[in-house]
């Protein structure tokens, strides 16, 4: 009788087993507290899981978002069109921003958790995701005390499969390790400048005033759920209200604000958070745009 026998190892096991993932552990660990070590940090992803995209930003409690480290591995994100509109106020309908505004405990996530049921037909999507190509995200979340939530995010310009879920997941205690022994020290945490503190109180201000001068409070909370990705039925659940109560909403809005589509109630949120720098803090920002338009 034969003991010859064949044990199936998931690919998985197999890539994260390979001599180049450790060898690339090794060299982060060496480099922790060192500036190249975010690109060290990295250098382990691109050996175990084939991506297109990275980024490690900080989101600060009281501030715009702020990028530590970038790497464009396939040169998808170079158009920047409207990518710029994400620090002048796109960023505040991104479901990671809105995810991590609910204090997440550290860990991976994958963009399909924490999104809207009707995100990837948002026009935040459209616009922010599809327009760079990418198309999935994956992120390691650290909460930073009083300091905000530090985000490595790895794109992809198609989905993740399971076995680089899997990879992801095998490889979250050692990075989350990595990022709290690098990052949770003092001296390395990203100084805030009081032009952007300033900055991101005037635009969380100006998506909660959004069309208040025409629109009534509960049709503004209807307005938001659409900006942030959520169908009318997930819409209901959130505020508490009936499915056709929304969509009665949806219709009011869109008629006050002579509109004809999700798009263009998206367009005219950035145009008119964008138009706000020389509008009063607290006004509403649609009103101080279309005064602009009339002029």
């Not at 158009?79 to 505040?92: F, S």
Request: aromatic fraction near 10%; charge should be positive.
């Amino acid at each position: 009788m034969s003991n010859n026998y064949q044990v199936h190892v998931p690919m998985s096991v197999t890539k994260l087993a390979s001599p180049g993932v450790y060898h690339a552990m090794g060299k982060a660990t060496e480099q922790l507290h060192q500036e190249s070590f975010p690109h060290a940090l990295m250098e382990v992803f691109r050996r175990a899981i084939t991506y297109d995209h990275s980024m490690i930003l900080i989101y600060p409690i009281d501030s715009i978002p702020k990028r530590i480290y970038e790497d464009n591995i396939s040169e998808l994100t170079e158009k920047k069109g409207r990518l710029r509109y994400y620090v002048d106020g796109m960023y505040l309908l991104d479901p990671l921003y809105q995810f991590i505004l609910q204090q997440p405990n550290l860990g991976f996530y994958s963009l399909r958790e924490i999104a809207p049921d009707n995100f990837f037909r948002s026009e935040f999507f459209k616009q922010h995701f599809a327009y760079t190509h990418l198309k999935d995200d994956m992120f390691y979340l650290l909460p930073l005390e009083a300091a905000g939530t530090l985000v490595i995010t790895i794109g992809s310009a198609r989905r993740f499969n399971r076995d680089e879920l899997s990879r992801f997941r095998t490889l979250e205690p050692w990075v989350l390790s990595m990022m709290k022994c690098h990052w949770s020290i003092p001296g390395t945490q990203q100084k805030l400048s009081s032009e952007h503190i300033s900055l991101h109180q005037n635009l969380t201000t100006s998506l909660q005033n959004f069309g208040r001068s025409q629109l009534t409070d509960r049709e503004c909370d209807v307005a938001q759920m659409i900006l942030r990705g959520h169908s009318s039925k997930s819409a209901a659940l959130k505020l508490h209200i009936s499915h056709e109560t929304v969509k009665t909403h949806r219709r009011h809005i869109y008629r006050k604000l002579d509109l004809r589509s999700q798009s263009e109630l998206f367009s005219l949120f950035l145009n008119a958070v964008t138009a706000q720098s020389g509008a009063l803090p607290y006004a509403d920002p649609l009103e101080a745009y279309l005064a602009q338009l009339n002029h």
